[in-house]
């Protein structure tokens, strides 16, 4: 009633029989709930702010900021050569040391080489490998004035574990053929076939990536007798 009676006064206050005329006017009736809109507007006048809000996050789907994407496995990781779970090498060695006689026709001693190579597979700290050796020693036999040279080429075959590139302990089991020759101090010499077994113990331990140095000793038989060798070993390692 009270807005009826406004609206009828304005009019005839705008009535151009008044002699003068006020500018349209634009009436409003609040409604409950216009105040709290009204306050919002003022809070939400720049249309960009909810915007930036919503920026601020990363967007779905965006790689570097996609919360979604599984984290990656740690076994696809490369690791070195010394963690591989398998690792492949040659072992070029050099072996010097003493050939005895201990039993048997001869009570002989002398110096003894080997050379060869190993192809060692390493499996954690698990290794097996074998390989060509040429062996040959040269003895003394000091109660007969003999002189006992034998040749053979041999198979080896080592098992053991360590750790790679870093040291091993192995079992050595050899076998060989070749020749043996004997020169008495009367200047005769025999020529024979032997054969030559042997089994024994061995380590290594590496002074660089790709030399080591180490033992072995052996026991065995020599057709003739009982023996024993005992070498210094030097390696040579290629491969990974």
């Known amino acids: 009633m009270i807005a009826s009676t406004l609206l009828q006064t304005v009019l005839l206050t705008a009535s151009p029989h008044a ?97 060869g190579a190993w192809k060692q597979l390493w499996i954690r700290g698990f290794m097996v490998g074998g390989g060509p050796f040429l062996h040959y020693s040269i003895l003394v036999d000091p109660a007969a004035s003999d002189t006992v040279g034998l040749l053979t080429f041999n198979g080896d075959f080592i098992i053991g574990g360590g750790k790679y590139q870093k040291f091993a302990v192995f079992f050595h089991a050899t076998a060989g053929l070749g020749i043996g020759h004997v020169s008495d101090n009367g200047g005769d010499t025999i020529i ?25 000793v052996d026991f065995g038989y020599y057709v003739v007798a009982v023996g024993v060798d005992a070498m210094i070993t030097l390696g040579f390692h290629f491969g990974k």
Do not use: C
């Open 19 to 115: 002699g003068f005329a006020l500018p349209p006017l634009e009436l409003r009736f609040m409604q409950p709930g216009d105040e709290e809109g009204e306050e919002g507007g003022e809070e939400g006048d720049d249309p960009l702010a909810g915007d930036e809000e919503v920026a601020e996050g990363p967007v779905e789907g965006d790689g570097d900021g996609d919360a979604s994407a599984p984290p990656a496995d740690p076994s696809a990781a490369p690791e070195d050569s010394g963690g591989k779970r398998k690792n492949k090498e040659w072992n070029l060695q050099i072996q010097a040391g003493g050939e005895f006689f201990v039993s048997g026709q001869f009570l002989a001693k002398g110096a003894s080489f080997r050379f």
């Open 192 to 216: 024979v076939p032997i054969g030559r077994p042997l089994a024994g113990v061995g380590g290594y331990g590496h002074i660089t990536e790709r030399i080591s140095i180490g033992g072995l």
